[in-house]
């Protein structure tokens, strides 16, 4: 089993940015994705970016040139540069990993885009 716990949400003005950061614990060795998801009011929770093991990477179509997940995260952490944001990124977003036997959630972290 491995645990989740992400940080670094906030309100952030329109064309601002947000560092969220996501921290692993437990059984980490059998990683192979890491990756962020969010969801908005009343919509169905999407995927925004992932990083494989061996650092592969991809990103929703909505938030590619704007959003990174950085290739140096390392195997117990994964991070999203959330840049030019726009007031659509608003939800809460969730860090998930996947194992062998299962995939792990986070709580979550409200991201909040708005002037």
């Known amino acids: 089993q491995v645990q989740l716990v992400e940080s670094g949400g906030g309100l952030v003005q329109p064309g601002g940015s947000l560092r969220l950061s996501c921290a692993a614990s437990?059984?980490?060795?059998?990683?192979?994705?890491m990756g962020w998801y969010r969801q908005a009011p009343g919509k169905q929770r999407e995927l925004v970016a992932g990083?494989?093991?061996?650092?592969?990477?991809n990103y929703a179509d909505s938030v590619k040139d704007r959003f990174t997940i950085p290739r140096a995260s390392a195997k117990n952490a994964v991070y999203l540069q959330m840049n030019s944001l726009k007031p659509e990124d608003t939800a809460v977003y969730y860090c998930?990993?996947?194992?062998?036997?299962?995939?792990?959630w986070g709580q979550g972290t409200q991201v909040t885009v708005s002037s």
């Open positions: 437990g059984s980490i060795f059998s990683i192979y994705f």
């Open positions: 990083i494989t093991s061996g650092a592969k990477t």
């Open positions: 998930n990993c996947r194992t062998s036997a299962d995939s792990s």
